[in-house]
């Protein structure tokens, strides 16, 4: 809402009040002015000029010279290209020495020939844009009315000695949409008085019901609809002064019945339309809901399809306006229009943006209505309407302001304890000085005993609990009167979770393991879903945005992975060819279609590895990264959270990854997690160098229930060592020998451990010697040598058995 | 006698004197010292002497044996120091030479954001609760006092999934959980941390994914000074010692009444600068007292309790305390930048 201040003034007496400093005050008491503009900002030395003669510039066709009268003992001569330019006009001129927004210097000029001695202006030389100038001026210079005086200062005539202060209006203060609710905002906030516009005007001696009738077929969405019919009307441009309202609110200027419509709409926040009684073409009004399928032309010229929720005007066959949203272009306002039909009707605000954002048709009318209007100004606005249409634009006023439903309604009383303010805002105001911010708001109030009971007008509708009576106590004096106290109630203990703790230590874990913490968008492509496999290989239906903004985040991510691979790109794009990242975020899983629950979000650990671990430096080489540096990662992580034991790895085969590189972690039995590769084919469709990657639920690892830690006694007895190294065939895998020695080797065996792995001819083909160090200890006592190899024995038996593992001889 | 004892001494000093070697040493001392030494034979001829001269000659024969003795220890003392010597100055090595240092990471700057706040309110008796950031219309809007046809619905566009199931728009949706969850019994003191969407298109300031932090104190007798209190202290330990607060009217549907919560600059302390815009404040958080359709709908009498609730995005406190211009850095992941957070 962009608040003149000037016009303002002629409600609130600002006297000693900066426009400035009443932005202040407002901002303070719950209304933001975002800016405080000055109309005039960048214009020096403009007066007005009485244009005495305007002849054809003799070397050039589309100039003209002018001598312009600007209250000086000479006239001065200036040439203007502007087509309207006429003798006998008053005009803005710039002098010579003036100054123009944009730090436009005028200066005496010579144009093919002819001295020019300043400038005479249009309205967009004068810093007013292009869509708030009047049609008839938008191609040239503006023209003054007759009374301006000549040589005066021409900006009050324009009034661009003003300041328009632009307030954020947020739904609880749709009361400040209009120049009486910020008047009365001020009036409080100042704490002076207001004058409010009393229409006056004559009305003939016909019955307004002579010309028209109305019917509302939808009395639970219009609580009221009313008309007042004026004649005799003739349509042409608004005076100067209307013209200036508008422009600095924002509004362009089109003919004195339009902008009398938006200007009461402006001072009053009630929409009104006005039809062309004769294109309106019947003598009845008929309010009801559209019929589905219905069409109407609207004044914008696009045809609207309309449905069964919408209200529609009709005259009583057709539709010739969207209720409280735009009027059809066949009843439209014309310069010929003689006779008009104007509305002031109260639409349910809900049904009004239902229409209005289905039509995707956001109008000055419609905001208002969804906002919430003074249910009780109604009929004034349509009498102050009148008033100007007679005086502006010659109407009579038939007699009467037919309508159905109540012009006004009661105020809403809200009681409450007094002291529920205090008790709410922590303060300790008296009852008194809660009564004089209500005398200030004008709401009928008093207290009786404990309670006070407070009128509330109905151009407050945000005002309806006894909380809103609270908030306008505390904004009426300010928050500064508010103490800061720290609260008194229970003591309660804040604490992490064991999740949020243990959360906490994964993160300084791969901080520490040396990554880097990345936090990356949610919203992805379907492709890009698709890449990789989610950790249980479920078949997860990615989950669709309705109405996606984009592509490139329309669907939900499962994985992390991807979006850590673009920020791989990333950083290759730029020479930086080492990644390290982690994130910790969620997946969103379900196997739904379309969904009918909450998809199962659970958090997801991922890791992105490329390029060296170690950079190559004096003392050592470069280390690339490869699958056990992530695997050692992983390892390490597990043995933070002492799940070391419960965890195996599997090879396994995954969309997107390495088929010979990639293994499955498993926590107990179940899989929560893979290591790997990305598939070569994928690295090199996304322009990556070798990369690895793994993905854990983390959510499943941090519930894993560790025993209640307990202290082991230390070994009191030395262990004893036993290295051996097992030729086997390439296949077997290093963990299915462990698992075996594990097996057999338990109770005695502590440790196994393996040091070396060997290929070589002297093995033959398809063999590998694998040495493992094994530890034996029994914490009760010194072990022999024999039961040593007791169990040792056992454990070299079995895997030969087994695995075919025989000892390196 | 006397004269040949004092040329022994000179003599086998002079040789402790010239070796270099512990060997050499070892020959010394057996050669002066031993069995079959000039020592141990002067002591031997000791009976030809004349009662007179026996303790004087004794006596200095000890002097001369103990002051070769001593001159030995003293040289392999000194021969072993040096040798020790010369090892360690053969392993020297060029100190300034760059070690060999373990390879850190860092925390994204957002998460140092979030767990400073996070551990401030933990300090002050808040536990951290989180929730969905897929979510239900219900918990997103309508137990926050949002009904469908609420106008300021406008002011957070949102990213439907199906009618009545969307991105969460901001955090407190995981109020309203929380709440429902103690059974009108209070009192609840969270606060809660997440992911939150909305439909703006990215651009420096803006970002259609963010961070949120909410909190809640839900209890009998919460005041809004109590409010100004919590924030006091949370501005004073996130912004510095000396900042100031004020609260300004507001409007949010889920509060009644609403404050929006600014500081005093910590650039120019309040005299305006390019930070503030000239202002001295700058706005952080919005907050106000829980409205009582929102206790009502979440099971708590509002006769009975009140609360206060307050919410803030952990970018904007990042951008205003690091000085980061772009929101865009927090989710491009430039190691570069996340590099500049590791003591944040």
Redesign the interface.
Known sequence: MNVSYNWLNEYVDLTGVTPQALAEKI????I?VEHVTFLGEGIRDVVVGYVESCDRHPNADKLNVCQVNIGAEENVQIICGAPNVAAGQKVVVAKVGAVLPGNFKIKKAKLRGEVSQGMICSLQELGIEDKFVPKEFAHGIYVLEEEAEVGADALPYLNLDDYVLELDI????AHCLNMIGVAYEVAAILDREIQLPTPEFVETAVDVTAKITVQVDAPEKVPFYGVRVIEGVKVGPSPQWLQNKLIAAGVRPISNIVDIANFVMLEYGQPLHTFDYDTFASDKVVVRHAENGEKLTTLDDAERTLTAEDLVITNGKAPVAVAGVMGGADSEVTDKTTTILLEAAIFD??SI??TSSRLGLRTDASSRY??GIDRNRVAGAADRAAELISELAGGQVLKGFTHVGEPEVPDRVITMPWQKIN?????TFSSDEILSVFRRLRFAAKVEGDGLQVAVPARRPDVT?P??L??EV??TYG??H????????????????DY?LKR?RV?RY??????????????TTEEKVKSVTTIDEASYQP???????SEE?SV?RLSLIPALLE?TQ??LN?Q?PD????EL??G?YSKEE???Q??E?REQLAVVLTGSW?SA????QAEPIDFFVAKGILEGLFNTLDLTERISYQAAQREGLHPGRTANVLLDQEVIGFVGQLHPNLQSQLDLKETYVFELDIEQVLHAENETLRYIALPRYPAISRDIALVVDEQVASGELIKVIKENGAPLLKEVKLFDIYQGESLGAGKKSMAYALKYLDPDKTLTDKEVEKVHTKVLTALEAELGAVLRG | MKDKLEALKEEALAAVQTASEPKQLQDVKVKYLGKKGPITEVLRGMGKLSAEERPVIGQLANDVREAIQSAITEKVEALEKKKIEERLASEAVDVT??G?M???????P??AVI?EI?DL????????AEG?????DYYNFEALNLPK????RD?QDS????ED?L?RTHTSPVQARTMEKHHGQ??V?IICPG?V?R?D?DDATHS??FMQIEGL?V????????L???L??FAKKMFGEDRH???????F?FT????EMDISCFRCGGEGCSVCKGTGWIEILGSG?I??NVLRMSGFDPEVY?GFAFGMGPERIAMLKYGIDDIRH???????F??QFKRA
């Open positions: 901002t303070k008491a719950g933001e947020l739904p609880n203060s605000g809900a943006r239902q969804e906002k008790a709410v805002l922590g303060t609990i909380e809103d609270v908030e505390g904004r928050y500064d508010v103490p800061a106290t720290l609260p008194e109630g229970s003591g309660t203990t804040g604490i992490l979770t949020q906490r993160q791969m901080e520490g393991a040396g990554l880097y913490q990345a936090v990356t968008y949610s919203l989950i669709p945005l309705a109405m996606p903004m985040r939900l920020i990333y950083h730029r930086m990644v390290k990242l982690f975020g969620k969103f379309r969904l009918t909450l998809p979000e170690q430096g004096w003392h050592a | 030479l760059p060999r373990v390879q850190q990471g860092n925390h994204h957002l998460t767990e996070e309110f933990i300090g002050m008796g808040f536990s951290i969905p950031e897929v979510e239900k046809d609420h106008p300021a002011m990213f439907y999934i199906t199931i991105l209070g009192p003191k992911k969407y439909r298109t259609h994914q104190y209890d009998k007798n919460v005041r809004l000074s109590d100004k209190g919590t006091t202290v607060i004020r609260l300004r009217p507001s409007f549907p009644e009444p609403s404050v007292m409205h009582p009140t927090f989710y491009t992941n430039d190691q570069r996340l590099e």
